[in-house]
């Protein structure tokens, strides 16, 4: 496939997601360390800021992350956050981004207005460690908690750029495919795994534990697997569409309470897994960025 038909399907997003910095470092001497001891083997913290509203940032923070990186595929044509979205998921996504951006916003905002009182109970619990210069205004602390992202559709100025970069870029696109298509194979044969794994039984005979997740998140990638084979990888996608028949009327509740049907689907998994297992190859030895 060419980089062309690749940005025919797909395009760059960015998401950076910031907040104020929690935790400050301590000279061991404050607390009375013996000055024998090497300062830089020793790693001492102090929090600055304790609330449940901190934790729920922080949470969704995570949410956020694991949504994008859900929806689309990881990018290594540039250093950290960037993702390929699928043409196909770009509008889905933006919306569920705006929704967690309004939903942060709350948060924050919330977070901001007992800014003041929050210091002043850390004051009392950090004593003689409390440095208020450790604390920036109330302003600079809102600026410091931010969500952003953006899109770029990617294309070489050949018209300005001399051989030796234009092959580079040409070289990059190539191990930008083979990674999408290696991430994919990679995703795709973890889920089967696991659920292989959960319909088997253990070493005494009875079920292990089966949880509807087991099933739904697989059900999830065979969904969006048409908008995310931007690299027309068919032999993945062969093995996809036996899946999905293989799970065709099946549910949680029925591989809970039937044993007949656990075995079938074991079994034909396993063969799957065996398929797919040819399909993985070793990650690229070298890997190019754009920046």
């Not at 929690?22 to 830089?40: A, M, Q, T």
């Amino acid at each position: 496939m060419s980089h062309v038909k690749l940005f025919d399907k797909a395009v760059i997003i960015r998401i950076s997601l910031t907040s104020f910095g929690l935790s400050r470092r301590l000279n061991p001497e404050l607390l009375g360390v013996d000055s024998r001891v090497s300062p830089r083997m020793l790693r001492l913290n102090k929090i600055l800021l304790e609330s449940d509203l901190l934790v729920q940032i922080s949470e969704l923070d995570g949410e956020i992350r694991r949504f994008v990186a859900s929806q689309c595929l990881l990018s290594n044509l540039f250093k950290g956050g960037a993702y390929l979205c699928p043409l196909g998921l770009v509008s889905s996504v933006d919306e569920s981004l705006r929704d967690y951006y309004r939903k942060r916003n709350r948060l924050v905002e919330e977070l901001v207005s007992q800014y003041d009182n929050l210091k002043e109970r850390v004051k009392v619990k950090l004593g003689p460690l409390y440095n208020a210069d450790d604390y920036p205004s109330k302003a600079v602390f809102h600026y410091s908690y931010s969500m952003k992202w953006y899109y770029m559709e990617i294309e070489a100025p050949h018209r300005f750029l001399n051989n030796d970069f234009i092959k580079r870029f040409d070289e990059a696109i190539r191990e930008e495919i083979e990674s999408v298509r290696l991430g994919l194979r990679e995703a795709f044969s973890s889920l089967v795994s696991h659920l292989t794994d959960r319909l088997g039984s253990k070493p005494d005979g009875s079920r292990k534990k089966f949880k509807d997740a087991t099933i739904d998140n697989l059900v999830e990638f065979i969904s969006l697997f048409k908008h995310k084979n931007i690299t027309d990888d068919n032999d993945l996608e062969s093995l996809v569409s036996k899946a999905e028949s293989i799970l065709s009327g099946i549910d949680p509740e029925t591989l809970r309470s039937s044993d007949n049907t656990r075995n079938i689907l074991c079994r034909q998994f396993k063969k799957l897994q065996g398929k797919l297992d040819s399909l993985i190859e070793s990650v690229p030895s070298r890997k190019i960025t754009i920046e």
